[in-house]
Every structure is written in C-alpha cells, then in structure tokens.
C-alpha cells in the first residue's frame, strides 16, 4: 500500500502564494510518477502539474492555465512532492490532490484521473479577490 499525506494550502488573497506537500509512505518503491490534481465544485477533477521521472523519460507537465505560476518538485530521497503556487487567482480556487503511480509514460506525464493508483485526502485552496 501507498499512502499520500498532504499538507499546506489555506486561505490567500489574489497575487498571494503557497506551497502544497505530499509526502508517500508505506511501500512507495517504483513510484516514478508523481501529479497534482484540483477540483473545484461542481467540476471534475483536473490535472494541474505532474513530474516522472524514470530511466531516461523525465518530464515535467503543467496545465495552460498554470503555466509560468505553479512549480512541481520532487525530493525523492524523501518521498515527497511539491506545489509552488505563485500569482494565484480567484479561479485558482479548488480542493487540490497528489497523485502518484507505480508507472511513467515514454510520451509525456499521465493527464487523465484514471491513470494514478494512489492519492492524497485533498487540501482546500481559497484564494480571495
């Protein structure tokens, strides 16, 4: 099993900036890839930011909306993803997740919901304008 412990979020106002973290525990061997998702209400969820990593396939991947604000990293000595987010938006506003995956696409970092196994409980993001 995987587990996925999110921390960080809260309350900003617009322009304001917070970093997300997600530390994987348990048995987390082969995890090469690692996403944010947010879903605001009354939406689906949607990919934000993702990172892989394995062999020579290394890839980061940011959604449009997020482009040149938001910043993944990984620390993989300590099993642990984060979220940069700068520049934030009202429309940035949602429940965001970690994600990860015991798997890495040769192509480009895994967008759809369907393709991680594990995730994090959700963390609320306000940003107020």
């Known amino acids: 099993q995987v587990q996925l412990v999110q921390s960080g979020g809260g309350l900003v106002q617009a322009g304001g900036s917070l970093r997300l973290s997600c530390v994987a525990a348990g048995r987390t061997f082969s995890i090469y890839t690692m996403a944010w998702f947010r879903q605001a209400p009354g939406k689906e969820r949607e990919f934000v930011a993702g990172?892989?990593?394995?062999?020579?396939?290394?890839?980061?991947d940011y959604a449009e909306s997020v482009k040149g604000r938001f910043t993944i990293s990984t620390d993989n000595a300590k099993n642990t993803v984060y979220l940069q987010m700068n520049s934030l938006k009202p429309e940035d506003t949602a429940v965001y997740y970690c994600?990860?995956?015991?798997?890495?696409?040769?192509?480009?970092?895994?967008?759809?919901?369907?393709?991680?196994?594990?995730w994090g409980q959700g963390t609320q993001v306000t940003v107020s304008s």
């Open positions: 994600a990860a995956v015991r798997d890495a696409s040769m192509y480009g970092v895994f967008r759809s919901v369907d393709d991680y196994a594990y």
């Open positions: 990172h892989s990593w394995r062999v020579a396939y290394t890839y980061y």
